[in-house]
């Protein structure tokens, strides 16, 4: 079933390692939840292993129907206590569901190991980390405050007091992709639920599992009925008609700029708020003092994580050209021994792309990059056999002009670029040459080399000899066409939250 992804062909999985839990509920309908029960909806959604190919459940999908139903029931809950459940009552409920995640840790990584396709050493992280989110957000309800501030001058009325109060925004309409399932569910939920909002949720098509059983754990917690609905369906139907909904007051949507455009355009109708985490390309520049027994290993990773299913992925990599041949022989010889194969094999260091429709995209961008002109040094194969795997893909001699340079591939594609001894600001703008700005890593034992690096870079989150390390409290999201607003942290919390000021004449 291993293999070392430049060799061998995979093997079909044969499940034999997939848990009691996770077949029973593989095996059970899969409805929608709205206002607190399970409901059918109209039509069906088939969700497939992406390392086997195989079919894993039916899932029932949503249309504007269900979504209007849903949004019905946010409101309702929204108005009739949520938004002013006492922020002991919130704290309780969100700190319920991070303990029943932990609880159900390893069914929880094992469903989005099967939809997703993402590796047993990362699903570890996916329940764990999103148990910390629900915990960290917990602690917000009782800090959430206004401000007192010079009142302004009223006629007649020496004395005045002005303040202001923070309020949930309202009934939120939350899309999420399908690269990091569960993580992508709880990120979404936690901030809007501790800030008193009420929330219709729409998985990715690819991977509706995870917050279904999500879901069942919400009810578990003792969240009212209609403070989180989550409809599964297509993104054309069941996202749209949530973005089109007049009585949804904020689309929060991560997924690509395309969409995100989209999205925007058509909140534009009647104004609704929207937040957006949006595609990356980021760089990662490594200099010549570089400590590179640790670079080596996390370059790989930070291009090849999830098979470059990740926005922060670093895949722009800047070498300076003294150093470039012998970090190149490095990297591919370390990424010649990144193991890939179903995630459920705990051994697997990488997992397939989400599906052969994705692979085929990849296949095309690597073949872009032939045409023109860049080096294939390693990888650029699809892998025989069932599922959707694809080999670590490093190209040399790339340029910005490139499509496989400019453009985010989502696939496990490394391009390299070479600097000379030219000053920070010329390395800087070569770094900032993309549309996008998400992530980034500078790699350097010099600290002044490293913060002159850091200021330099267009992008919301860089970070130095490590790359895109997240936390519940890190605020996270985009210059550029990144998007729009900052997720994690207090940012978090605000892009939940309206904020009214109060003026009293005493
Ligand atoms: P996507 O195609 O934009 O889809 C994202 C979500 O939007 C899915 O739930 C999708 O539904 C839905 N959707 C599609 N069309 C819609 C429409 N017309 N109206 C409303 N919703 C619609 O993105 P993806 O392929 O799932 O994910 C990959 C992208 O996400 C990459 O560009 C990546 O960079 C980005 N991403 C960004 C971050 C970040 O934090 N910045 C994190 C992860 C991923 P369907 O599933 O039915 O298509
Ligand atoms: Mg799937």
Redesign the pocket.
């Given at each position: 079933m291993l293999s070392s992804p430049l060799t061998q062909p995979l093997a079909p999985f044969d499940g034999k390692a997939i848990s009691a839990a996770a077949r029973g509920f593989l095996a059970q309908p899969h409805h929608l939840l709205i206002d607190g029960k399970w409901v059918e909806g109209p039509d069906r959604i088939v969700t497939c292993d992406p390392a086997t190919g195989l079919p894993l459940a039916e899932v029932h999908a949503g249309g504007a129907a269900q979504i209007d139903a849903a949004v019905s029931a946010a409101r309702a809950a929204f108005e009739s206590g949520w938004k002013s459940a006492s922020p002991a009552q919130r704290s309780a409920c969100l700190n319920r569901l991070a303990q029943l995640m932990r609880r159900d840790a390893a069914v929880l990584g094992e469903l989005d190991i099967l939809d997703n396709g993402m590796p047993a050493w990362l699903a570890g992280y996916t329940a764990e980390g999103g148990a910390d989110l629900f915990e960290y957000y917990a602690g917000w309800p009782i800090r959430i405050e206004g401000v007192t501030t010079p009142p302004p001058p009223l006629p007649g009325a020496p004395e005045a007091l002005t303040y202001t109060l923070r309020e949930p925004l309202g009934v939120i309409g939350q899309?999420?992709?399908?690269?990091?399932p569960l993580s992508?569910a709880c990120m979404k939920l936690a901030p809007a639920l501790a800030a008193g909002c009420t929330v219709v949720l729409?998985?990715?098509?690819?991977t509706p599992l995870s917050a279904l059983w999500l879901g069942e754990l919400i009810r578990e917690a003792g969240f009212p009925p209609g403070v989180v609905n989550i409809v599964n369906?297509?993104?054309?139907v069941a996202?749209?008609a949530?973005?089109s909904h007049p009585d949804v007051d904020k689309i929060a949507?991560?997924?690509?700029?395309?969409?995100?455009k989209?999205?925007i355009r058509?909140a534009a109708a009647d104004l609704k708020k929207v937040s957006l985490?949006?595609?990356?390309k980021s760089p990662v520049i490594v200099f010549p003092d570089a400590d590179l027994d640790l670079a080596v290993p996390a370059l790989a990773m930070a291009a090849f994580f999830l098979q470059g299913?990740?926005?922060m992925a670093g895949t722009r990599v800047f070498l300076h050209e003294d150093r470039h041949d012998d970090i190149l022989a490095r990297l591919i010889a370390y990424t010649r021994t990144m193991t890939i194969g179903h995630g459920l094999d705990p051994a697997s260091q990488l997992g397939p792309l989400i599906s052969r429709e994705h692979r085929k995209r990849v296949a095309d961008y690597v073949a872009s990059g032939i045409a023109q002109g860049a080096t294939l040094a390693c990888g650029g194969k699809a892998l025989e056999g069932p599922g959707a795997f694809f080999q670590p893909t490093i190209f040399t001699h790339c340029h910005p002009d490139m499509r496989i340079v400019r453009e985010?591939i989502?696939g496990p594609v490394m391009t390299i670029q070479t600097f000379d001894d030219g000053d920070l600001d010329a390395i800087a703008a070569q770094a900032n040459q993309s549309d996008y700005g998400?992530s980034g890593s500078v790699w350097t034992r010099d600290l002044a080399t490293a913060h002159k690096m850091v200021a330099r870079i267009r992008s919301g989150h860089v970070s130095i000899n490590c790359h895109s390390a997240v936390g519940p409290n890190i605020p996270?999201?985009?210059y550029k066409q990144?998007?729009w607003g900052r997720?994690f942290g207090k940012e978090g919390l605000d892009l939940y939250l309206e904020t009214k000021a109060v003026t009293v004449r005493l």
């Open positions: 899309i999420i992709p399908w690269n990091v992508m729409k998985p990715a098509e690819e369906g297509i993104g054309d996202g749209a949530l973005v949507f991560t997924g690509s700029t395309q969409v995100g989209h999205i058509e985490e949006l595609g990356g299913q990740n926005c985010e989502f998400l996270f999201g985009g990144s998007g997720e």
